[in-house]
């Protein structure tokens, strides 16, 4: 479904990824995970085309996405981003619609489409006329979910998704969204620096370190062989008193 080879950025004289090659097959859901500035989000942010890489290559579906317009690209491509990435002045309504208004379909499918995805997400109906400042940060990441689905676009990338969540809700709220069926048939790219919500959603993590990949597995594949010591200690976050 996408396949990326030897892709490489550089800000200035650094690396920010480094001849990093994987593949994501359809439907999977792919959890790059990482210290933070280890490349992740330009890592992703090439994949929608918002970043440019130096060299290498990214194809969806055979597809180099060089090939195609950063628009239409990105058309095609569900982003979500920390606490929803809202415009203000958007009412959720106008959020949900932005997408399928740019692929021309009509008000009726557009309203069908949205009442169907705030059923799905468990908002109210009430909130299609408010706008995102009205909203909870969990209600925010809802809506930020819907938009991004609402074209049902054969890929989504998420970046931190929960990020701005309390811990609480992080977990209810991520539970949710990925029960969804919808997400399930949905190839997901998710970016995050925390380990038990790279374990609970990924069907596989890229462990990465300085712009490359030290590991790329299941979690049980990670949690059991781990490469070496910095895969190991990473997914290794349980809490230790300092004394005693
Ligand atoms: N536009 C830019 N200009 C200069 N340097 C950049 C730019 N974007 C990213 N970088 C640098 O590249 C490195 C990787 O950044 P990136 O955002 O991909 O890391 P990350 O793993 O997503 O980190 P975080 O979890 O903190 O977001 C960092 O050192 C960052 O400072």
Known sequence: MIDIAHLTRQFGDFKAVDDLSLSVAAGE?????GTSGCGKTTTLRMINRLVEPD?????????????????????RIGYVIQDGGLFPHYT??????????????????IDRRT???LAKLQLPESSLSRYPAELS????????LARALAARPPVVLMDEPFGALDPFTRRHVRRELFGLSELSETTVVLVTHDVSEALELADRIALMDKGRIVQI??????????????????LDDKPRPLHG
């Open 29 to 33: 859901t792919l959890v790059l995970l």
């Open 55 to 75: 060299s290498g290559t990214i194809c969806i579906d055979g597809k180099d996405i060089r090939q195609q317009s950063a628009p239409d690209l990105r058309r």
């Open 92 to 109: 959720i309504a106008d959020a949900i619609a932005t997408v399928p208004k740019l692929l021309d379909w009509t008000p009726d499918d």
């Open 115 to 117: 009442r169907e995805l």
């Open 137 to 144: 940060g969990g209600q925010r990441q809802r809506v930020g």
């Open 217 to 234: 597995g299941t979690p049980d594949d990670l949690l059991s062989n781990p490469a070496n010591d910095f895969v190991r200690d990473f």
